[in-house]
């Protein structure tokens, strides 16, 4: 049996896919520049603002250059708190760009990103956090850390799955309820699904490698769900708190993933 394929069909696949390694060649020419000349501020006394702005651009021309297709939805009815904890599911490595490209925020990191060739020092230099996930002290640390900005009006954005799970919701820690709690401070939702799930989840790759494959990915779709504000007032235990937080993604799951 001849399986027939729609030659029009088959030239306007090329043609998109075409475009798009023009873009990510466009946008790796900007990305590197950018990255050089972002290092080099960072040595500078640069106001912190001025290179939360620049960092902000250069977050979604790192989109740009991986291919990315990256869609805020915007379920929420209200507009974003003044102050706020973000908080959001981890399948990939790519919210660490994918975050900050969106959202005006300080973000929460592994403390190994610290370290990282160049980009460490980035991060650093536009007011990012650092947690040692393994250690309690670390945590607690991380933890007071975040009441002062939350405090001093910086939004914060954390992953209360502790880390990079999975395509799946895992059970969610305390740490950002607590401090919701204490600080009064709303939490706001974002729930993340990618379209191609295999070729951005994290699987402990090399870095450059899930990269690569980010870059691959016949259908770079990323999805973020923005929801309303959750206001900590409803409840009166961090567990209480949690659990109806983590029912509200298993339900998001349900309607995205399953």
Known sequence: MRIFRDQGSGLADMARSLA???GILAGWAELIPLTLLLWLLSFLPMPRPAYRRIFHHWSRVWVAALGVQLRLHQHNLEPLPPVFLMIANHPSAFEDIGIPALFDVDSLAKIEVRDWF???RISQAAGTLYVQRESRDSRALAAETIRRHLRKGRSVALYPEGGVKGMRIHPFRYGAFAISLDTGI???PVFIHY???RDFFWDRQPLP???W???RAANPVANYHLYDAIDPAEYSDKESYCSAVQAL???WQRQYLD
């Open 213 to 215: 494959q980010i870059m």
């Open 20 to 22: 798009r390694w023009l």
């Open 249 to 251: 993604y298993l339900g």
């Open 209 to 211: 490698l899930k990269l």
């Open 195 to 197: 379209e191609a799930q």
């Open 118 to 120: 160049v980009v460490g």
């Open 186 to 188: 709303p939490i706001v």
